[in-house]
């Protein structure tokens, strides 16, 4: 059964600051992996999708890799805002488009 | 891409009552999900909704207590039976609208909270 973990569980920093995010998956054959963020009363908003194939993507200030051999993922936040303050996910999907959804970290960036 | 509309987007219940949740997509699209999201927990996968045909339940759900209709290729409903506290999370419906494995697309989701 896969397992998806995220580090840390929450997160604070200074506006301006660089972060990583972490998610680890116990299955490495999935088809492609997701992160996603999630507000408030706003359910999930896919931010990347990284194929199984693909090493990494890029969108905006967000960076993602895979090293799907061993079982990892770090979605990277350049520059934060507050606006970035929200939960991440990531998620693995396997057979038959289903998602398998890490634990989450909470991030805050402050003023 | 999918633009999803969920309703109710939340709503209290009295304990042994039902609720249903409706999904309603603005294309076509070839499957459709739902998931639950306990307090302070991720997201777990109920079932795929089956256009036609009756929904793929995952591990620890059954239809008695989550019966699920698609009706077509734009909308499912999700209903909470005989719901107890226990039952209080947030119900998001999601869309798949291409190829196998791609995007997947998020409502709003449906905060539901159980008395």
């Known amino acids: 059964k896969q397992e998806v973990t995220q580090i840390p569980a929450a997160l604070s920093v200074p506006e301006g600051e660089n972060l990583v995010l972490n998610c680890s998956f116990t299955?490495?054959?999935?088809?492609?992996l997701q992160w996603f963020r999630q507000d408030p009363g706003k359910g999930l908003t896919s931010l990347l999708l990284?194929?199984?194939?693909?090493r990494e993507q890029t969108s905006g200030r967000l960076n993602a890799s895979l090293d799907k051999s061993s079982g990892r993922s770090t979605l990277y936040i350049a520059a934060s805002q507050p606006g970035d303050s929200a939960t991440y996910l990531c998620?693995?999907?396997?057979?038959?488009?289903?998602?398998?959804f890490g634990t989450g970290t909470r991030l805050q960036v402050t003023l | 891409s999918a633009v999803i509309s969920q309703k109710p987007s939340r709503d209290i219940c009295q304990r042994g009552t039902s609720l249903t949740i409706q999904c309603q997509v603005d294309?076509?699209?070839?499957?459709m999900f739902w998931y639950r999201q306990q307090p302070g927990q991720s997201l777990t996968l109920i079932a795929t909704?089956?256009?036609?045909?009756?929904?793929?339940?995952e591990s620890g759900f059954v239809i008695d207590k989550f019966p699920i209709s698609r009706p077509n290729l734009t909308f499912s409903t999700l209903t909470v039976s005989n719901m107890s506290p226990e039952d209080s999370s947030i119900y998001l419906c999601?869309?798949?609208?291409?190829?196998?494995?791609?995007?997947?697309?998020f409502g709003s989701g449906t905060q539901l909270s159980v008395l």
């Open positions: 909704a089956n256009q036609g045909s009756e929904a793929t339940y």
């Open positions: 990284i194929q199984s194939s693909q």
């Open positions: 999601s869309v798949a609208p291409g190829v196998a494995n791609e995007k997947l697309f």
């Open positions: 294309s076509q699209v070839t499957m």
């Open positions: 299955d490495s054959a999935i088809y492609n």
């Open positions: 998620a693995v999907t396997g057979t038959a488009s289903k998602l398998t």
